[in-house]
């Protein structure tokens, strides 16, 4: 069951976007730094997972598996705070699961920074960055599970591919409806522009510091859900009663 934001339309817009912005940052660092492999884009996993058996592919089969269960488990959290939560107020459920996410997100940028979690490297993923894989994997299923119960049509924050496929297909030039494609073209940007900024910014930064980032970003999203003020109900209007004849 789709519930319904607790923002105005063009704020949440405005979340979701940012929110599929730090899936495009996040699965830079995971591919890039983390042996090729995914911790948002579980299709790719699914497809690397099969490219793995040919022992050239240099991908790592295990690290597939740590994300997609990693994934599950964040997702399982996910959904277990929408049916709890939501029915207390979406404002509430929504930074709950979001400042979660952004928990996980800064507990990872700590560790990986200090070193007590390491990364893979440009290689494929060693035993150590099981750890952190699975705990990115963690907090993007969060992501995943709860946007998909917020009622936010062509805002998945992951995948793009129904995205684009309702661009085109449902476009004028298709014989459509032509609905507007603004969101739709806005998560493809907010994607492009999240890989884009990762991948520079690993260039000169740490992947620690591009996850910071993204927790940052997270945080924002949370903190503009937790400040949502409810909507005041006003008493109903009465007409006034016509005066006491004398």
Do not use: C
């Amino acid at each position: 069951m789709a519930i319904s934001s607790p923002l105005g339309s063009r704020q949440t817009v405005a979340a979701l976007l940012t929110l599929t912005a730090v899936t495009g940052l996040v699965d830079a660092v995971s591919y890039l730094r983390l042996g090729r492999v995914f911790v948002a884009n579980m299709t790719g996993n699914v497809v690397f997972l099969g490219f793995s058996v040919d022992p050239r592919a240099g991908l790592s089969a295990a690290a597939s598996v740590v994300a997609i269960a990693g994934f599950l488990l964040g997702a399982l959290a996910g959904g277990r705070a929408a049916h709890t939560l939501a029915t207390a107020g979406p404002a509430r459920w929504l930074a709950s699961a979001f400042t979660g996410e952004a928990v996980i997100l800064g507990v990872v940028a700590v560790l990986t920074g200090t070193g007590v979690l390491p990364f893979a490297g440009t290689g494929m993923a060693g035993g150590g960055s099981y750890a952190t894989i699975a705990a990115l994997a963690m907090a993007l299923g969060v992501q995943n599970s709860t946007v998909r119960h917020l009622g936010a049509p062509d805002l998945t924050t992951t995948v793009l591919t129904l995205t684009l496929t309702g661009l085109t297909a449902d476009s004028a030039l298709a014989g459509g409806p032509g609905a507007k494609p603004d969101r739709r073209l806005g998560s493809v940007a907010a994607m492009l522009a999240g890989a884009g900024a990762g991948t520079g910014l690993l260039q000169w930064w740490s992947p620690a510091a591009v996850i910071a980032v993204a927790t940052v970003l997270v945080a924002a999203v949370a903190t503009a859900f937790l400040t949502t003020v409810p909507a005041v109900l006003k008493p109903p209007h009465r007409a006034p009663r016509p005066a006491l004849q004398a």
